[in-house]
């Protein structure tokens, strides 16, 4: 999902930052451009833009029913584990992942660690949930969720 096209960059952001000796005015003056939409309403957008409705996203990413429902209404919030299966839940390829786990103020996928670079893989080439869970288990690597396979 495109940030709107009047919204400075990240490293314009950095920059700006790096060149302030007043944090306070700072935060002020950008205060529209480090605002991050909630989870809820950014997976919502995210639903309405793709045409899908929340049902079938929790379906495809293997979250229980009502817990799904949950983070979309925002009465929840999820582990990174859960924004992962998210991610699997609407197809996401890494990029996307990636601004959902920010979305999620959880840390990025990073290639360095094991576990992330299998999903990373699994992203990139479109796996499912269960595809990708089956490869983290051949791997002996953490689930995404924990649990066991089925």
Not at 43 to 53: A, F, N, P, S, Y
Not at 72 to 88: M, Y
Not at 101 to 113: D, G, M, W
């Amino acid at each position: 999902m495109n940030e709107p096209a009047n919204q400075v960059g990240t490293s314009t952001l950095f920059r700006r930052l790096f060149k302030t000796s007043n944090l306070g005015q700072f935060i002020k003056k950008n205060a529209e451009e480090i605002k991050l939409q909630s989870f809820s309403q950014y997976i919502t957008k995210l639903c309405e833009k793709q045409g899908e409705v929340p049902e079938r996203i929790i379906k495809r990413a293997n979250i229980e029913r009502s817990f799904g429902h949950q983070l979309f209404r925002g009465s929840r919030n999820p582990s990174r584990d859960t924004v992962l299966q998210l991610a699997f839940g609407f197809g996401a390829d890494v990029d996307m992942a990636q601004e959902l786990l920010k979305h999620a103020r959880a840390s990025a996928l990073y290639p360095r660690v094991k576990r992330d670079t299998a999903i990373i893989y699994c992203l990139h080439h479109h796996f499912t949930i269960v595809e990708t869970q089956r490869i983290l288990h051949e791997m002996e690597l953490p689930l995404i969720g924990g649990g066991e396979i089925k």
